[in-house]
């Protein structure tokens, strides 16, 4: 159990640090692409993918950075991806907003809200034709309900049974846009998911040990045949919706909100829960902030040095060669 | 018969894309077939009857009507190793799922940096005649066509039909692949056996010296009838059935309009924005000099499709429309072909076997 | 009662009889277009708009001469239209699948499934901003509930509490398929509505009362403020999907299941009522039965008398003159 | 002061969209604005800024993200007596709604035969640079202005989007309303008042007559600054804005080329299937014999747009690119340009104060 916790402080921490990095880096103008962090939001990516297995895949939409890292996605490579490098995951052409990693099982993030949602559902559906025991996780946000894509993706894998577990981070905002003019008053999430005929979990999402544990039974479910599964987990983003600043002063949400929401930090509240069990020491989390420094400022200056794409490149792999 | 390419018998349209739907089924256990209807006791117009007994409904599905997802989903299995097709009865009802279609399934390869391709075909069959108005008859080969990273086929004859599907299921990109409803019982010779026919290259069905007609889809079989009434009068035209319009090749055009001086493009769709312009703007800028006369397109015009046939007789171009416009750009009269062209078939049907409602 | 019976019995009548007609007329291939028939379903029409006031607004799909009928919509316009005359209530340009009457409320019929649904939550919307004391019901299948357009129509309905009706005909089929490849197996069409948030009313849609009596209360609620309901009825279309014949032979569905809810047609069943209650004397039902006959052979000849349009219309009307 | 034709007051693109909404919302009861985040507390990139605090949240709306339902509602009030204007801020976003704009609104007032049209219009915004990416630079106007029954229009100057829109607001049909981005900080005179500008006709935004250079929205501004070398070269180019798409009207562009001989089309999306092409192949068709070289086009190139400035550098054409190519077709060096071109602003940036990300 503290070695599970520790694990997860540290796929969290890790996040916490890349994103706190690129937000430092990023008004140096030279990541140039829009970003969408995840910070206050780390324990859903890492409790989630604390209960995947290595086969299982993850997809994403427009604030992936986290799944992407959660999942084992290759740091320097998403790193170099934001500065536009050949050395990219996607070779530059896809920026923050388009990550991959195949290898970890990252199959794609993509940043039209509901959009990934059936394409994530596609893959649990090859999976299940080729009666492969593999589920698939789609993270999206409370807006993403909205669309009708995410609607008919639930019906189908419903009709299929389809071995996908739906993770929906309620952040409480779409963009600048509260609840209000967006969904029923009242009505939750997971009602709706339920009322549609998934299964439903609803839980804290900054409490990385309850979200991993929600995960972890719906995961079993899913993988004993039991069917789609829809994860409805309460956060707050601190940062603006696209950038790295603060941004309570503009008049969207009140600092008083906010300061509630950070006093729910998923990264502290692990770390003292940690420190509270006494099975790490202050040494042991510091020499993981140490090792996690390292491996950033390794990612930056590969990224740094990394070439650019060559500009013929702008045309190829539109088809297959 | 091992070479099917010695083959001399026939199909229907239709028939030929059962049977390329039925060798890519049992030739690769990652094809799929799936869409509105596509095991129904109609099989889609034929198309895909008798699959379904065949393969077994997990190879072919129905699906709820929830075009926007189940493109996702087909696309999301193509990145995971399926070779889906999906089939819309009506290109109209594709609309709903454009977003997939445009944004996500064409630039998949591209936008992950060529990671890994979307391997997926979509069956789309172009409405025509019958009073299917507005919604029912549109043919959206050139709003497909302008966006990178599709491939656009649209087969106008049985072999055709059998050997771009072969080609378009086992193509490593998503192709859209529209088949229009009139060619559906038309017959020609099929070779037998898993014979693809390469997508990206337009194909000389007549040749001619005179004029060059090229043209997308049923307008190659109005532009064939338009050939044989021209020979009456004395001109040759040389008929191009352009098949791929996406990538789109048009040096084969270009070399025969440099022997021909002439071009009409026959399209089905509307004008403004479409294929036909494209063809004549690369031909303008490619062989320039070659042309005696200004290029001109025979489309639609720019306007819905009504539904009464009273609306709709005058609104689709037909061989003598195309015909007549030759002899024109030629200055040679064509007073004598009207009645050589008359048909014997109303002009909102296929044939005179068709006897409704579809 | 029993007037407002003989009432909603006409109305079934009318369209039984209409429907008949068109289908015994289109086997001379005047009609050429394609028509589906709602022979099996009219108590859901007239039981509905019943519980309209003239000012209310109706909109439906590609199933919808019940629908225009039951509102008001006039017959001859109707008829002149699916023989693609110049007096067609569309002029010629729509055809079965695209019926109007402004004059009556009836705004408009389409046959993409699902999509005039958000339409006419958008008129639901024009009445709420102007504070008009209407409401619009909107007719469509069991298989529209599979659109995002619905799910997300819905939504926005509940959003701005919206004076809309949602009225689901239930008939089993979409097309040829029945509901196992479409929806999950038990999750019935009106808790799926509750679940997204709408008042529902579940009913026997083959008898005309029980459906206006349902149809009074949601829209007397909605009236008052309460919001948008959603109504399913079950129900059975008796001929095949898409044109004038039966076609129990082709093997989507048995000649039993056919039979038994023919047992169920709404048009007898209300006869029967009205019979037995003894308010109304066979001799009036003839009556009505010639004074239709009539109005419907006016219609025909009408429509078969009526000029085509112009070649040239075809390229108008494109945009406002 | 009344006239506002007199004006010679100066507002940025974005603010003269404002000013019309304002205008427009102030006017007519029956004008309400919807989009995802059009109360904002952005606003719209600064479009819809202020209008919530002045018309109430029942006129200026956000919304959920259901593109497709949203146009669908817009549409049905508008058939209802409303004009509302739904706004994207990328028109990537309106994919998922090309079911309602293209079989529905497009066709409602067609197919209803006349018995009513449906008065809305749909802003959305072209994006561009700072590593928007593939599916937040697209620039679908083609698509759009193949479809009869949509109009089409694509301002370049701040007088022109104030006059256009307010004309697109009060048109009795859907009209489709291309914002580009980086025009949005560009100045310009602007009439005060409700100037309407007709949707319909493009402008002749410079004279000149030894080349022809047409342009869609931001293209305008880079073919203006070719035209501006090309003077330093004795070139005199004649710019003309195209404006609206769809019903598109050639004939001013076929007048200039009767008189110039020579035509470059520049447009800021793809090529297969483009307006470019459509813009070529009509002035072949109807000016062939005044054309002394062939027209050309300057487009992107047809792959999705990357998101690496190493990669969009190359990509997107500018003003040095198009005079090049009117120095080729008039047979004159340019060599000497090079230098004068060289921007000051980094290419991936509308201008020196943009800091991203959006
Ligand atoms: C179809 C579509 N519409 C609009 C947008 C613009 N957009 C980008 S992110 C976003 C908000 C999404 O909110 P949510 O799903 O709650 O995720 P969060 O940003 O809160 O993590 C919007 C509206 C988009 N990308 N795609
Ligand atoms: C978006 C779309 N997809 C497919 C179709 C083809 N289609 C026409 S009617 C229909 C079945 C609709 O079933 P349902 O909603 O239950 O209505 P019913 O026909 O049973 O009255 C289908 C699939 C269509 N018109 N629109
Ligand atoms: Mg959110
Ligand atoms: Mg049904």
Redesign the pocket.
Known sequence: MTAALTNLYRSMLLIRRVEERIAEEYTQQEMRCPVHFCIGQEAIASGVCAALSPDDKVMSGHRSHGHYLAKGGNLARMIAELYGKATGCCSGKGGSMHLIDLECGFLGAAPIVGSTIPIAVGTAFAAHSRKEARITAVFFGDAAVESGAFYESANFALVHNLPVLFVCEDNLYSVYTPMAPRQPNGRGLSELAAGIGLKTAKADGNDVTIVKKCAVQAADDIRAGGGPWFLEFSTYRWLEHCGPQYDNDIGYRTQAEFEAWRAKCPVSRARSQLLKSAAIEKGALDAMERELSAMIDDAFSQAKAAPFPAPKEALEQIYAA | MKDGRLSNRTLTYAHAINEALDIALASDPSVYLIG??TPDPKGVFGSTKGLVEKFGTARVLDMP?S?NALTGVVLGSAIDGMRPVLT???VD?SL?SFEQIINQAAKWRYMYGGNVGAPLVIRMIIGRGWGQGPQHSQSLQSVFAHIPGLKVVMPSTPADAKGLLLSAIFDDDPVVFLEHRWLYNIEGPVPEGDERVPIGQPRIVRSGNDITIAATSYMTIESLRAAELLADIGIEAEVIDLRTLNPFDHQDVVKSVKRTNHLIVADTSWRNCGIAGELVARVSEDAFSSLEQPPRRVTLPDAPVPTSRALTDGFYPHAIDIARLAGEMLGRSTSSLSAAAESAVPLDVPDNNFRGPF
Do not use: D, N, Y
């Open positions: 509105l209807g009507v075009e819309h009865q009506r009802f709903v």
